[in-house]
């Protein structure tokens, strides 16, 4: 059955509500509203399809209560430090109290708020707490380079660059084809898509490899893993998620995904991103100990260029990366798809 | 007032109680007793002088209550996995008995352990489990390249290599020296010896970057901070632990320890190590985006080896990663101090 979820965006709509828009251009649940107070007062009767392209469309609300009948509140946001933002508690408490879901990628565990937990009790609704590691992980033994499937990890040159939506883009493409695939999330927007998975941001960081590792081998009876990456080898604040990505999954290729344009770290405007060839071969080296791997196709987002711009933005990726490139939103996934099989 | 510990190394004296070993050379408390149920049974008397070079003497027991009056009784071993030993109960059991303290840095919490948190309170004591990090971690700000303390980090070819040692060694020596230094402790050992630290490897994997930051900059106002290095960059399970270290501590330099004649990573054995030249060149390039830094000295841990044998594989070691070398606890932390300053 399918559900019915409403996506809380508050003022995220449409650049600042990546979860909202992944689970909007990915689920298979439908999604009857989508709440930003901010477009809704200023632009009422908006919808979804006004503001962001190639999802399915769906009524702009400013509030909970002003949403056709739901099944669970997804919250779409995930402000800096991942806190819960008090001007979404009625939102939430509405939600609870006509017995929905609610699910959340917070750091703030909304099942350990007393209000929440005791509404979801009272109504039946659960709590989900995306971002919550199950608590049995351990290090890593090392065999994911062992296991029969063939491991594809998306990796960036710094955050935001579209590597769940590039790995996302290659395991749908591929399934198109008839490949057995599987979609290896790391993230809470691909965990709530997938409805499993382990936020890798979250583990204790010795269990970084291992709670990767542990995705890989329980899918392992398929032909593809697609394994969403996560920050970048070169981030000054994540690079040891990244880094336990790499080494836990023990890809037999990389997908180098890059925003045009985009020349330093987003947030840390100081640190220069290298030029994405030195980052491809980074990569390689930093992997070529543990187990060695090619960067094989390169997507870039272009989404803020025009279509001529776009081309060009391509044509110098594919020059500084020396592999087949594409923006797999703009053009589809199937040349990223065909170096990669 | 000097504290009188009691050191648990059950089954571990003298080559796998790494915590005891380290606490016993640098910990400005008194050592009473280790305990060894192994030893003391085979070879009743014993001492600790008998089976460790180098550090103070003391008597070894079989269990707590054959020890010497002590204030605080230190876990100074570290199973894999860090579990909790239940044949130790005994021995936590008798010291929370007699008042004293108990410090572990196990994964398992012994303040979660309902008999010794009832007993702690019951008879006074403190239960400090060194390896729970602190609630309030945060990504990192990108900023230790700023501070004003040149910052020495200790990187590895695998685990185990000798990272805590030489960078006490080296802290030891600048102090020695008349140098204003702060060591950084990483690891249980290191916090239990400075009383103060954070635990990186049980941080959240998003805060490791960031939790090195913080103890570099509450220590900023040192003239030199010697930051202990954690895991390897080449290993398949700890790689992320050590890369949030490179780019937390955005390092002035770096100092390679490396044991001499392991040739692949301890408990992964089908896992090469590289040449120790290319983990020095892997360390740079690594660190080289975010901030860039060099290898200045490497440390060989040469203690299996002969005086003749380990010149040889000093003069191998010099030749293979290009700066000076020393074995610290052979020939003492003064010819890596040279390099460093």
Not at 102 to 127: I, K, R, T
């Amino acid at each position: 059955m399918t559900r019915r979820v409403a996506l809380l965006a508050h003022e995220g709509v449409p650049d600042r509500a990546k979860t909202a828009v992944g689970v909007l251009r990915y689920t298979d649940d439908e999604v009857v509203a989508v709440l930003d107070r901010e477009i809704a007062e200023a632009d009422p009767g908006a919808r979804v399809a006004d503001y962001i392209d190639g999802v399915p469309d769906a009524p702009i609300v400013g509030r909970a209560a002003d949403a056709p009948a739901f099944d669970a509140l997804v919250i779409g946001v995930a402000p800096i430090g991942g806190g819960f933002d008090e001007s979404w508690r009625s939102d939430v408490r509405h939600a609870l109290e006509s017995g929905a879901d609610v699910v959340a990628g917070l750091h703030y565990f909304l099942s350990e708020d007393e209000e929440f937990a005791s509404l979801a009790a009272e109504h039946g609704g659960e709590l989900w707490d995306v971002r919550r590691p199950p608590a049995d992980l351990t290090v890593a033994d090392g065999v994911a380079r062992d296991l029969d499937a063939e491991i594809v990890l998306t990796v960036g040159t710094d955050c935001s660059t579209g590597k769940m939506t590039t790995t996302r883009e290659l395991y749908e493409a591929a399934v198109e084809r008839g490949v057995d695939a599987a979609f290896v999330p790391t993230g809470q927007t691909g965990i709530i898509i997938e409805d499993w998975g382990i936020p890798i941001d979250r583990t204790v960081s010795d269990f970084t490899a291992g709670a990767v590792e542990r995705m890989c081998r329980e899918r392992a009876d398929h032909d593809y893993l697609f394994v969403e990456g996560q920050g970048s080898i070169v981030h000054p604040a994540y690079s040891a998620v990244t880094t336990g990505i790499l080494h836990g999954a023990m890809p037999d290729s990389l997908v180098l995904c890059h925003e045009a344009g985009r020349e330093a770290i987003h947030g840390y405007e100081s640190f220069a991103i290298p030029d994405p060839g030195e980052v491809a071969s980074l990569y390689e080296s930093l992997a070529k100990p543990v187990a060695p791997t090619e960067v094989v196709a390169g997507a870039l987002n272009t989404k803020a260029l025009s279509e001529r711009d776009a081309e060009d933005a391509l044509a110098r990726y594919r020059s500084q990366v020396g592999v087949p490139v594409a923006d797999p939103i703009r053009d589809g996934a199937e040349p990223l798809l065909e170096a990669v099989l």
